[in-house]
T-cell receptor, first 114, second 112 residues
Framework: DAGVIQSPRHEVTEMGQEVTLRCKPI?????LFWYRQTMMRGLELLIY????????DSGMPEDRFSAKMPNASFSTLKIQPSEPRDSAVYFC????????????FGPGTRLTVT | GENVEQHPSTLSVQEGDSAVIKCTYS??????FPWYKQELGKRPQLIID?????GEKKDQRIAVTLNKTAKHFSLHITETQPEDSAVYFC???????????FGTGTRLKVLA
């Protein structure tokens, strides 16, 4: 298995632009999680899905952030419009309903908003 | 709400010494406690985990202990090596939610 795949690995954009981050979970995994990591705030859970349905989006910082999971093998996290404070590493992770509970992380997308 | 506190934030040890990282959780319903290691520029990776029906678990030089009454759990690394240098995160979750609450991380430096 290729593991969790994220793209792009690096993204540099200007303030006000739309940014779309992509994730492909491990095949057969039921849960998908989006995290944001910064030095100041650590690892924050933004949103997670179960069988493509959003379960908890309480971590989404504001309306500029949105996430979708149109099918079991693809999810997107969109920021529109982007701001410099959105600069962070964004991780996607997946896990199985049947257990174990381990979450497998993707390599992350390093986002820089100038 | 749910919270996981982790200490210390940084830890330096001499190669060969032991390292201990401690976490405290707030939700008494938490029943799964993973530890992740994150090397610089890399993704977090699971190194060991423990469930609430177990008090201790070992895997070679790494061990985790859980005290449910006090709601705290600890990571123990013995005979530390330079390659153990990384940031370590603890987490807690409750069955049915599958949602991790992460601690703030401990930066471990093993000095050769």
């Amino acid at each position: 298995d290729a593991g969790v795949i994220q793209s792009p690995r690096h993204e540099v954009t200007e303030m006000g632009q739309e940014v779309t981050l992509r994730c492909k979970p491990i095949s057969g995994h039921d849960y998908l999680f989006w995290y944001r990591q910064t030095m100041m705030r650590g690892l924050e859970l933004l949103i997670y899905f179960n069988n493509n349905v959003p379960i908890d989006d309480s971590g989404m910082p504001e309306d500029r952030f949105s996430a979708k999971m149109p099918n079991a093998s693809f999810s997107t996290l969109k920021i529109q419009p982007s701001e410099p404070r959105d600069s962070a590493v964004y991780f996607c992770a997946s896990s199985r309903l049947a257990g174990p509970y381990e979450q497998y992380f993707g390599p992350g997308t390093r986002l820089t908003v100038t | 709400g749910e919270n996981v506190e982790q200490h210390p934030s940084t830890l330096s040890v001499q190669e060969g010494d032991s390292a201990v990282i401690k976490c405290t959780y707030s939700d008494s319903a938490s029943n799964y406690f993973p530890w992740y290691k994150q090397e610089l520029g890399k993704r977090p990776q699971l190194i060991i985990d423990i469930r609430s029906n177990v008090g201790e678990k070992k895997d070679q030089r790494i061990a985790v202990t859980l005290n449910k009454t006090a709601k705290h759990f600890s990571l123990h690394i013995t005979e530390t090596q330079p390659e153990d240098s990384a940031v370590y995160f603890c987490a807690a979750t409750t069955s049915g939610t599958y949602k991790y609450i992460f601690g703030t991380g401990t930066r471990l430096k093993v000095l050769a």
